[in-house]
């Protein structure tokens, strides 16, 4: 890999340049990442140039919120080999601080979108590597079922993973989410627990790898307990800033089966069997 470009890309965006070695940390299994002096890189094929961007994006929205940290995004670039994100280098490793992390999320939730329709993102972006449709709208039932659910259930079908009564899921999930006026929140996207750490000198919470957009605050809330979660002291500090309506845990579920489908699109093996359990737990209310 030829950093060259990289170094450049920094330079032009009005930042010292690396002059040493830099050295491969891990970086997901979608790109390839270094530790590069002060700079933390991402990089991939070309054909990653987009989704490059997008993460850039959801990133600089992110950072400039001033709620929670994030790596701010400093650089980006593509060649016809290669594409790159720069970032600020952030050491992790400090002790888990979940409450703070419940807490500065939820302030984060309460950036408001100032665009009209409101829910939705200024451009579509990826989560993982599939196309995510943001077009927006002032509702977010019809935002969910029309530019998150039906697109998963229909790349699925496309890839002949067979899930069955999905029709009544769609009408069921409506019928839930109509219900349901959540506000506006600038979400991550991709909240997962290993897209969360704590810095090694204070333990302030940090995010990365985001897929963000406005919605309903659940949806970070949903992923949060998919693969783990961040305990009991995590949600404590959700309500201490912003309580939770009722209703919560059959929304988690419909927000979550959301990520199982991505899941089954992407790596198979047993989330398509997880996912018709979903469907099946929805359907019976």
């Known amino acids: ?20 070695d830099w050295h491969q940390v891990g970086g997901g299994c979608i790109s390839s990442a270094m530790h590069w002096q002060n700079y933390f890189v991402k990089y991939g094929p070309s054909s990653q140039a987009a989704m490059m961007e997008a993460e850039r994006e959801s990133l600089q929205h992110l950072w400039r919120a001033q709620c929670i940290r994030v790596p701010r995004p400093l650089a980006s670039g593509s060649t016809p080999d290669m594409a790159w994100l720069v970032m600020e280098w952030l050491p992790l490793g400090g002790a888990p601080d979940p409450r703070r992390l419940g807490r500065e ?5 309460q950036t408001t979108s100032a665009w009209s329709p409101r829910f939705g993102w200024h451009g579509d972006n ?5 196309p995510q449709s943001n077009a927006r709208t002032t509702d977010w039932c019809a935002f969910f079922i029309g530019q998150r659910l039906r697109p998963m259930l229909d790349a ?21 989410l109509d219900r349901h006026s959540p506000e506006p929140s ?29 919605g309903d605050r659940e949806v970070d809330l949903a992923m949060s307990e998919l693969f783990g979660g961040f305990g009991p002291a995590f949600f404590k500090g959700v309500d201490e800033e912003w309580p939770l309506p009722p209703g ?6 419909i ?31």
Not at 105 to 109: A, F, G, M, N
Not at 126 to 130: L, Q, S, W
Not at 161 to 176: G, M, P
């Open 156 to 176: 699925c079908h496309d890839l002949g993973i067979h899930l069955h009564h999905t029709e009544a899921l769609v009408d069921a999930c409506a019928t839930v």
């Open 126 to 130: 990826f989560i993982g590597t599939t």
């Open 248 to 253: 919560y845990p059959q929304r988690r579920t």
């Open 105 to 109: 999320l939820t302030q984060l939730h």
């Open 255 to 285: 927000y979550n089966l959301y990520h199982i489908l991505n899941h089954a699109i992407l790596f198979g093996g047993g989330y398509p069997t997880q996912a018709q359990s979903m469907i099946d737990d929805i359907l019976r209310g």
């Open 1 to 20: 890999m030829n950093p060259d470009p990289i170094r450049q890309s920094i330079a032009d965006a009005g930042y010292d340049p690396p002059d040493g």
């Open 186 to 214: 600038l979400v991550h996207g991709d909240l997962w627990t290993g897209n969360a750490g704590f810095l090694a000198s204070d333990s302030a919470p940090v995010l990365f790898d985001p897929a963000s957009y406005f």
